[in-house]
């Protein structure tokens, strides 16, 4: 029986929701679960599309050469993000560092409206300050200073989502680059550039779970990612992006279940205003 695509783009979300579960199962900080998420992720992509298409790496390699500096920006900024976002899930609530990762589509508006000169309307502008209400309100939930493990949570969590939101602009000059040699590249520029640090670094806080691990790999990173990509064959983007909201709020009821995290009223109250911003600039793009 075939599977819709939209059943498809909301088993990936509600799998994606479900990613900091995994992380904090993990033993590892937030470098070491991104590194082994992006390394583990490329290797495994590679051995399938390498052998469905015996010639694909060389059209990896052509692909690369033409837009090598936008795919290192890309590799960067999806590092960068996974390091924080992950180190926003052990240092925070899930809830709290879910919601203002989510701020991510706004930021991309201001990003695209700076670098892309892309025009920004009064409307947009009101979004972008009930978003910012909205982080206010979340951030001033605890005592903001950078001793306080909640607070720091929140600022990892708004520095993983400017990273997040460089993604959608970067990819921009990567139209013609086809998904699966761009899922690869920039899986594998970010474990090139995550490697040194780890190396270096401390990256676990006891034994490593590495069934914690595959599932974030094998699931969150290459399943899921699977059927997102299969599913946006079938579904027009403007309703990928209102399934998208699936992951935030998945990550909420997931967070309450397994560890009995209960929003606070104003993690809440900051929630909504930030995914009723995004949620109203993704309807009126429609």
Do not use: C
């Amino acid at each position: 029986m075939e599977i819709s695509g939209r059943i498809k783009i909301t088993v990936s979300m509600l799998i994606w929701g479900s990613v900091g579960i995994f992380a904090r199962f993990t033993n590892l900080n937030g470098l070491g679960i991104a590194f082994f998420r992006v390394a583990l992720g490329a290797l495994i992509l590679a051995l399938l599309f390498s052998i469905k298409d015996k010639s694909w790496f060389q059209k990896v390699s052509g692909a690369t050469k033409q837009k090598f500096g936008w795919m290192i920006l890309l590799g960067i900024a999806l590092a960068l993000n996974w390091v924080f976002l992950f180190t926003a899930f052990l240092y925070t609530s899930i809830a709290r560092a879910v919601l203002i990762y989510y701020s991510a589509p706004v930021l991309a508006t201001l990003i695209s409206a700076k670098f892309l000169k892309e025009k920004i309307s009064k409307f947009q502008i009101l979004l972008i300050l009930m978003a910012f209400l909205g982080l206010m309100i979340i951030m001033s939930e605890q005592k903001m200073n950078f001793k306080n493990r909640d607070f720091v949570g929140a600022v990892f969590a708004f520095i993983a989502a400017v990273f997040y939101a460089m993604i959608p602009n970067l990819g921009r000059f990567l139209k013609e680059v086809k998904s699966d040699i761009l899922t690869f590249v920039q899986l594998f520029i970010a474990s090139v550039i995550l490697i040194p640090f780890v190396l270096y670094g401390k990256i676990f806080a006891g034994k490593i779970n590495w069934f914690a691990v595959g599932i974030l790999v094998a699931v969150h990173t290459v399943f899921a990612l699977f059927l997102y990509m299969d599913g946006l064959k079938n579904v027009k983007v403007n309703e990928v992006a209102l399934l998208s909201y699936l992951d935030p709020l998945s990550a909420v009821v997931y967070a309450f279940l397994v560890f009995g995290e209960v929003p606070a009223l104003r993690t809440v109250i900051g929630g909504v205003l930030i995914l009723s911003a995004s949620l109203l600039d993704t309807l009126k793009r429609r």
